[in-house]
């Protein structure tokens, strides 16, 4: 499961960060899952080494336009390039009535499915490997954030030990590693946990944008591998967060101490902490870890491989906290 960030500015672009988007690959399955598509998003997946044609799902957490303007573009931009097999589409009430306004007044037409799912709180999506489900968050609008859970899955089967024990291949060796009990041939009984490594507990990913400090949030980031929050003001500018109902770097920090979770990258960050002004981002990130350590600031396609409980890979750490992105294709 590796994160990649598209946008991590809040309300406008900027020269180094545009507006929300966060791309969820999954690699085993060549998917890539999106969260959040503010305008300009089919750029930045140009610019990423991600492929649009693994696109199979995409998350939206509210209806302000930062978070969906992009929406359209990349949807009839896929559909020309006759990559895409269907898309299911997950969002808050209206979501669907936005996309069919939008479809016909600009002549649109898809030439793949696309469904959309009107999102209540609860599991919204589940398969043999991942559950999704969605949690009310506080803001000014209806708001949800996700929380992706990954399935458990058996520890590695040791072929060299079966072989040593001489157990016959084929059928037999599927149901030791599915941790069943088998009786062989030769009347021996064989429990696949003996020959299976510690079960691989599945990762847990939340994302909570747009919100101020909400049990909301806690729920859906307990216990999780990494929580992705938004970040918008300092904690000086706290009396802004309240009237905008968005969260400081510290209710971020906050969200993540009261659920546990195992780590913590802040995002949807306001433009007003650029380098050069009385506080930037680098003062958001010490007011952060000085309530949860392990918090890291997000910045536009940075990548996270999200780890299975031992230390996070991250790539192309940048050499300050906002700065212009090279362009990488």
């Known amino acids: 499961m590796q994160i990649t960030f598209l946008g991590t500015s809040s309300g406008v672009p900027t020269r180094s960060r545009n507006v ?15 969260f959040d598509c503010g305008e300009g998003t089919q750029h930045q997946l140009l610019r990423s080494d991600l492929k649009s044609s693994q696109l199979s799902r995409i998350f939206i957490t509210h209806m302000h336009g930062d978070h969906i303007f992009g929406l359209m573009g990349l949807l009839a931009s896929c559909g020309l390039a006759g990559n895409v097999e269907k898309i299911d589409i997950y969002g808050p009430s209206g979501l669907n ?33 991942f559950t999704v489900s969605c949690g009310q968050l506080h803001h000014r609008i209806p708001a949800f954030g996700y929380r992706i859970v990954e399935r458990d899955r058996a520890g590695r089967f040791d072929v060299e030990k079966a ?15 599915r941790g069943e009990t088998v009786t062989l041939a030769d009347g021996r009984v064989i429990h696949g946990d003996q020959l299976c490594g510690p079960t691989e507990i599945g990762r847990k990913i939340a994302y909570c944008t747009d919100t101020i400090y909400c049990e909301g949030a806690v729920q859906l980031a307990q216990d999780a591998d990494v929580l992705i929050h938004e970040a918008t003001f300092a904690h000086q500018d706290a009396d802004m967060a309240f009237q905008r109902l968005h969260s400081t770097s510290t209710m971020a920090a906050q969200t993540a101490l009261a659920a546990q979770a195992h780590g913590l990258i802040m995002t949807h960050f306001s433009p007003r902490y650029a380098p050069g002004n009385v506080l930037d981002l680098k003062d958001l990130l010490k007011e952060a870890r000085a309530i949860f350590p392990k918090t890291e600031m997000a910045y536009d396609f940075m990548i996270y491989d999200v780890p299975r409980r031992r230390e996070a890979v991250k790539h192309s750490q940048p050499d300050q906290s906002d700065r212009v992105v090279r ?3």
């Not at 007044?105 to 599991?123: D, E, L, Q």
């Open 20 to 34: 929300s988007s966060v791309a969820l690959r999954l690699p085993q399955r060549a998917e890539m899952w999106l």
């Open 97 to 129: 009535e936005y996309i069919q306004a939008a479809l016909r007044y600009s002549h649109t037409h898809f030439s793949y499915p696309v469904k959309i799912h009107a999102i209540r709180p609860g599991v919204i999506y589940e398969d043999d490997e």
């Open 327 to 329: 362009q990488n294709k």
């Open 163 to 177: 072989k040593e024990l001489q157990i016959p291949p084929g059928r037999v060796y599927g149901q030791l590693k």
